[in-house]
């Protein structure tokens, strides 16, 4: 592997139980690379994230995401590979019974943190990143739609991940917030964290030109310019 690359797949052939969704996938993402990832309802972009985060198996080729080999990648090691990843997911939203700060803070318990000093600083460090930190005693329905996905951004900084891996961002938000949710990513990406972002957004994708990745008819293409 390349040595800033923080994913890197290598012929990699990618299956749902016994269905090939994507063969022969090469992929290869710096640090600090920000990438979208397109494609059709049901052409991959889903089976190919859950490769990178672990939650599918490699079968046919090689692959290795922040310095993890996916090959021989054991079911305990699996939570040591998320927390090199940052994860934004539409189905995995803030817990509503409790404020942004405890939100974060239950992230940051659950990943070995301890120290109350440290985990105070943590949570104020990554709400400063997304220009939330005086929302932190706010209950998530306190704040919007937009600021919600903001906090979720903070909580996938909390480790300090090589890699954010954001799946429909934007989907719920208007316009002009999917806009800011995509300047944030690409502000995160320059200061050296990886960002691979699945969308069917194509006004975000020309707005911010940037490197596409499609998957079309079981394989992916790698920057694709768009006609
Ligand atoms: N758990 C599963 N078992 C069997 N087949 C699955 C499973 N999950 C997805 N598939 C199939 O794998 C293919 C790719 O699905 P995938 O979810 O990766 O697509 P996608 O591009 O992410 O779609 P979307 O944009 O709707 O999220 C589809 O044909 C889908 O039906």
């Known amino acids: 592997m390349a040595e800033h690359a923080v994913i890197h797949l290598k012929n990699v052939d990618i299956f749902q139980q016994k269905h090939l969704v994507l063969s022969n996938v090469n992929l290869h993402i710096d640090k600090g690379e920000f990438a979208f990832l397109i494609g059709q309802t049901g052409s991959g972009k889903s089976s190919l994230l859950k490769i990178i985060y672990g939650d599918l198996h490699i079968g046919n080729g090689e692959g290795m995401v922040a310095d993890f080999d996916l ?17 934004v ?28 000093a440290l985990i105070a600083e943590r949570i104020k460090d990554v709400l400063d990143k997304v220009g939330l930190r005086s929302k932190i005693k706010k209950m998530p329905h306190e704040i919007s739609g937009g600021e919600q996905q903001r906090v979720v951004i903070a909580r996938a900084l909390l480790n300090d991940p090589e890699i954010i891996l954001a799946d429909e961002p934007t989907g719920n938000l208007d316009p002009d917030t999917s806009e800011e949710i995509v300047i944030l990513l690409r502000q995160i990406s320059q200061n050296g964290t990886a960002v691979l972002m699945a969308t069917h957004d194509y006004h975000i994708i020309r707005t911010f030109p940037s490197r596409i990745i499609k998957c ?12």
Do not use: C, H, M
């Open 71 to 87: 090959k021989t990648l054991a079911e305990k090691d699996v939570p040591y590979l998320r927390r090199k990843l940052g994860i």
């Open 216 to 227: 079309e008819n079981g394989v992916i293409t790698d920057n694709v310019q768009l006609v």
């Open 89 to 116: 997911f539409q189905d995995f939203q803030l817990l509503t019974d409790r404020t942004i700060e405890k939100n974060l803070e239950f992230v940051l318990r659950a990943t070995g943190w301890s120290d109350k």
